[in-house]
């Protein structure tokens, strides 16, 4: 089993800056792909960003595009999500997620049934 703790998030102005963090603990010998996903009320879980195990690929929704940013820190367990210039629709329960049996992200990364572990989300607000 995988772990995952999602922290970073909090309240900011339109136009600012946050930094996400996943920290995943317990079964991460292998570097899987890594996912976020947010999810605002009422509306569905919607993927984020992905990047693959290695780091070396990345994908983004078009939403997000241009103004945020995954990485990934493997020696540390870590994830990232940079958040820069952030909209007030960019509010909403941020979560981070993995499955054990992808190293990629593959075409069907914003979508959660391609994810199995999931984290307990952390909110972000965005005030206009």
């Known amino acids: 089993q995988v772990q995952l703790v999602e922290s970073g998030g909090g309240l900011v102005q339109a136009g600012g800056s946050l930094r996400l963090l996943c920290a995943a603990s317990g079964r991460t010998r292998s570097p899987y792909a890594m996912g976020w996903f947010r999810q605002a009320p009422g509306k569905e879980r919607e993927g984020v960003s992905c990047?693959?195990?290695?780091?070396?690929?990345?994908n983004y929704a078009d939403s997000v595009k241009g103004r945020f940013t995954i990485s990934r820190d493997n020696a540390e367990n870590t994830v990232y999500l940079q958040m820069n210039s952030l909209k007030p629709e960019d509010t909403a329960v941020y979560y981070c997620?993995?499955?054990?049996?992808?190293?990629?992200?593959?075409?069907?990364?914003?979508?959660?049934?391609?994810?199995?572990?999931w984290g307990q989300g952390t909110q972000v607000t965005v005030s206009s």
């Open positions: 997620a993995t499955n054990r049996r992808r190293a990629t992200c593959g075409s069907f990364w914003s979508e959660t049934q391609t994810f199995t572990s």
């Open positions: 990047i693959s195990g290695s780091g070396s690929s990345t």
